[in-house]
């Protein structure tokens, strides 16, 4: 019993689609495990970054009081000196 060429052709083609299938199911499950894992690493590092949201609100705000004291100080040492100017300038004309 001789097998066609083309049948042979045929069979072997199904056997590599065959195999071809399985590689794919197995990647599409391991692709699964990775993409979990990778699921619970992004929610523990969302649960670190949440819990740090307080330190940095913390700083932020510490950070814009500072800012606003100093801007107040050069505003009130600028003002001081221009007063003083002002005063000495205003002497020499009377």
């Given amino acids: 019993m001789m097998i066609d060429f083309s049948m042979f052709l045929q069979v072997l083609i ?8 399985i590689i794919f ?15 619970k690493v992004m929610d523990d ?3 670190k970054l949440h819990k740090t949201d307080n330190v940095f609100g913390l700083i932020d705000r510490t950070a814009d009081m500072a800012s606003n004291v100093s801007d107040k100080i ?3 040492i600028f003002n001081f000196i221009s007063n003083i100017f002002k005063k000495k300038g205003n002497d020499d004309y009377e």
């Fill in 45 to 47: 590092v969302e649960d």
């Fill in 14 to 21: 199904y056997i590599l689609l065959i195999a071809l299938i």
């Fill in 74 to 76: 050069i505003t009130g």
């Fill in 25 to 39: 199911i197995i990647l599409g499950i391991k692709l699964i495990k990775f993409l979990t894992r990778m699921d």
